[in-house]
């Protein structure tokens, strides 16, 4: 009975918040949209009964989402942009959590903090932060002038360049953690060891220290892949108007055109793509439980 | 049975597999290694013994080319070794921790090293199948670290450190985590499969024990020098110090002034009132020079009754024992205050013995018994 009442808590909340929710929205992209409060039919009323209420709805949203091909180049875009910067991410959160790892003990909280301190600062205000560098007249153009590296400036604002700094800017430390907790468990003899059984340094660290901390490496990169690939806010702050991306397209359905169908349609897609790397993410953190035991 | 002794160290004509010379290691101003020289031979097991801090894993170390000498040289093989990294080097290392490659398989781990080497397949295949035989592995191939139990990761260890046929196998206190019925089955393993092998061991340990029974020399060091080297037996029975004595096993210290009376032989006043005690030593000590006499408990007989005709002989009271079943140690307490801790053989039943706590006994010893060390 205990047991029951000790998973039944978490599966309430999950029912409560994630389960119901979402059904809402998969009833609305069955809806039809309509100058309404809310603004879709069919709705729910007692006097025709559940069966006539089902029979009104349909897959029209989904189908419109294949016809008109914004969309599907906007899943694409965004997942591309997603992948990309995620590498990026990782290229860039790798060293820095290797060399947190390897620092002095007494330092590592110290450069954890560092890494941590930005989270103390509201999101939106970094992304703004970054448009006042990155503009024509921005602080990143003004220092490459003065120091005479251009002599115009480079039009890095509203670019999908301005979109990957964004997002490798903003998950950064989400790449760093975990790998970071992978890097710090490595027993430093184990690079001995290889390095006494025939490896170079860089060959250790290939054949050692990559795959130990290919954990870490996998959790960073889900932790990153999957909120960047519905970003909306670095987008379009960002962003320029040919960075396609789905969080954007979304965002436009559902305020601009007010056509919560499609919109609800839209996010159950996203939804559904986000499906496969959350449950990737899953069973990578169980192998990484089990392998800990 | 007739078999040559194996002592290369003390032929002349022998080559030492590895020679230091006047090597120094310091950390900042921490003096790791102190001027230290030695020689180890080809196929000797060779223990390093002593405290923690001591220097003995530094020492280890240097020959695995992890630290490299603030001053001196290391010669391998009658190379030097000291610019040589360590994925280069003829020696391999069995660490502490074992440090097997927790994602690899026994059988992947234990061809690591060879395929390092770019050694042909059919031949790796063949050489892990030897490792996993010579180390009774052969079932546990295919598992992961993680999957054996700790006797079994330290055979995995050890395989993995022999596969490369290492002219020299370095070993890091390699019984340290097992427990002590296993660490004894193991040491007889590890001086079987050195046996087979031929390969000349060094190995890094505390527990005097371990390195008494495994090694052919121990090297005994302390605050990184090395104090005594010698055979097991050799460092027992005659410790050219007392620190050596007090480290190796049980002994008792008795301090006092020698004289000479008469070839090799001295009489050591040790206390006022009570007659002076007889021994030998080929050790040279001048007349009134400080002394320490070192005895081990087990040559101590201890009788109810004064014995006839022993050279040394001191009356005092049980002030405690000490059962350990096949053996009790007595601790008797002489006059002086000075207690004397004395073996015996718990050859009758305990009820049967002739003397028990507060009972006054004589403790004797034959002037052989003990060493007479400089203060």
């Given at each position: 009975m205990r047991r029951f009442f000790l998973i039944a808590t978490p599966y309430t909340w999950l029912l409560l918040l994630f389960l119901v929710p979402f059904a809402i929205v998969v009833k609305i992209s069955l809806s039809d949209t309509a100058l309404a409060i809310p603004p879709y039919v069919p709705k729910f009323s007692w006097d025709e009964g559940i069966g006539a209420y089902f029979s009104q709805l349909d897959f029209e949203n989904f189908v419109f989402l294949t016809e008109d091909d914004l969309y599907w180049k906007a899943y694409l875009s965004s997942f591309k942009i997603a992948t990309i910067s995620t590498l990026l991410t990782l290229l860039v959160g790798y060293p820095i959590a290797y060399g947190m790892a390897r620092s002095a003990p007494e330092w590592r909280p110290t450069l954890m903090m560092l890494v941590i301190l930005?989270?103390?600062?509201s999101f939106l205000i970094r992304v703004y932060a970054w448009m006042g560098i990155l503009s024509n007249e921005g602080y990143l153009n003004q220092l490459l002038l003065w120091t005479g590296v251009i002599d115009t400036p480079l039009?890095?604002?509203?670019t999908n360049t301005a979109v990957y700094i964004g997002i490798v800017y903003t998950y950064l430390p989400f790449m760093i953690l975990p790998i970071y907790s992978a890097l710090e468990r490595l027993d430093e003899s184990l690079i001995e060891a290889a390095e006494d059984l025939g490896c170079s340094r860089l060959s250790a660290f290939w054949l050692v220290t990559i795959p130990l901390s290919k954990t870490g490496i996998i959790a960073g990169c889900f932790l990153v892949f999957i909120p960047a690939l519905g970003e909306f806010v670095i987008p379009s702050l960002l962003?320029?108007?040919?960075?396609?991306?789905i969080g954007k397209v979304l965002w436009e359905e559902f305020f601009s055109n007010r056509d919560w169908p499609v919109a609800s349609a839209v996010a159950v897609i996203l939804l559904l793509i986000l499906v496969i790397p959350i449950v990737l993410f899953q069973r990578n953190q169980q192998k990484e439980q089990e392998a800990e035991q | 049975m007739t078999t040559v002794e194996f002592e290369p160290w003390d032929d002349p004509q022998e080559k030492p597999l590895i020679h230091f010379q006047n090597v120094t290691k310091r950390f900042g101003s921490f003096v790791a290694i102190d001027n230290l020289t030695i020689d180890i031979y080809e196929r000797e097991f060779y223990a390093l013994l002593g405290p923690s801090g001591c220097g003995k894993t530094t020492l280890m170390r240097m020959l695995a080319g992890f630290e490299t000498p603030t001053e001196g040289n290391i010669m391998l093989a009658g190379q030097d070794i000291v610019p040589v990294p360590p994925n280069k080097r003829a020696t391999n290392m069995m660490f502490q921790s074992y440090a097997?490659?927790?994602?690899?398989s026994i059988w992947e781990n234990i061809a690591f090293g060879l395929k390092r080497e770019g050694m042909p397949k059919p031949d790796i295949n063949n050489r892990v199948e030897e490792m996993l035989r010579l180390t009774r592995l052969e079932k546990f191939a295919k598992r992961k670290p993680h999957q054996i139990s700790g006797g079994q990761r330290q055979r995995v260890a050890l395989a993995r450190s022999l596969a490369k046929a290492p002219k020299l196998l370095l070993l890091d206190e390699p019984l340290g985590a097992l427990d002590k019925k296993l660490r004894q089955e193991t040491q007889f393993e590890l001086m079987d499969i050195q046996e087979k092998t031929g390969t000349t061991f060094v190995i890094v340990t505390h527990d005097q024990e371990e390195a008494m029974t495994v090694a052919s020399r121990v090297a005994v060091m302390d605050h990184g020098k090395i104090i005594q080297v010698a055979t097991p037996d050799r460092i027992y029975e005659?410790?050219?110090?007392v620190y050596v004595a007090d480290f190796i096993g049980d002994v008792n210290i008795i301090q006092g002034t020698t004289t000479a009376n008469g070839e090799d032989s001295y009489s050591v006043a040790w206390a006022d009132g009570q007659a002076p005690l007889t021994a030998s030593s080929n050790q040279p000590f001048s007349d009134g020079q400080k002394c320490h006499l070192a005895i081990r408990p087990e040559k101590i007989a201890i009788s109810a009754d004064k014995p006839e005709e022993a050279a040394n002989a001191v009356q005092g009271k049980v002030l405690d024992i000490a059962y350990l079943g096949n053996i009790s140690t007595y601790h008797v307490e002489l006059p002086t205050g000075v207690v004397i801790k004395a073996q015996a053989a718990n050859t009758r039943r305990i009820s049967r013995r002739s003397y028990t706590w507060e009972d006054t006994v004589w403790l004797s010893w034959t002037a052989t018994a003990g060493v007479l060390l400089a203060s």
């Open positions: 930005p989270f103390w600062t039009t890095i604002l509203n962003g320029g108007s040919n960075s396609l991306m | 097997l490659f927790p994602h690899l005659t410790p050219n110090s």
